[in-house]
């Protein structure tokens, strides 16, 4: 991607996920952060991660719960005209704080 293509992506994907609603019965959301970059395939993908509250409860972890997170995130996008490939993944606010120092594909995290 070109550098005004990511900037207008960027502000896509942001708009977007800045106005997902928290969908009810599913774990709670306490923060999204996204990163855009190439995939293996040297493909545009966009990696989202959902970092949920740490009280959720072991059983809402199991992808036929935390999976229905993951399409709602794919489709918002990609109806939003996303056409990167969009990767969705999971971690505890716990989890997420112990990995700061990881550096995604850009090199950075956008944060909501």
Request: aromatic content about 8%.
């Amino acid at each position: 991607m070109e550098a005004t293509e990511l900037k207008e992506e960027r502000k896509k994907i942001e708009q977007i996920l800045g106005g997902l609603a928290q969908p009810a019965n599913l774990p709670k959301i306490v923060r999204i952060e996204y990163s855009l970059g190439k995939d293996a395939t040297e493909k545009d993908a966009v990696w989202v991660w959902l970092v949920l509250d740490d009280a959720t409860p072991e059983n809402q972890w199991k992808y036929e719960v935390v999976g229905q997170l993951a399409d709602a995130v794919r489709e918002k996008l990609q109806e939003g005209g996303v056409t990167a490939l969009i990767y969705v993944r999971f971690r505890s606010a716990a989890e997420q704080e112990e990995l700061k120092e990881f550096v995604p594909p850009d090199g950075r995290f956008e944060r909501f």
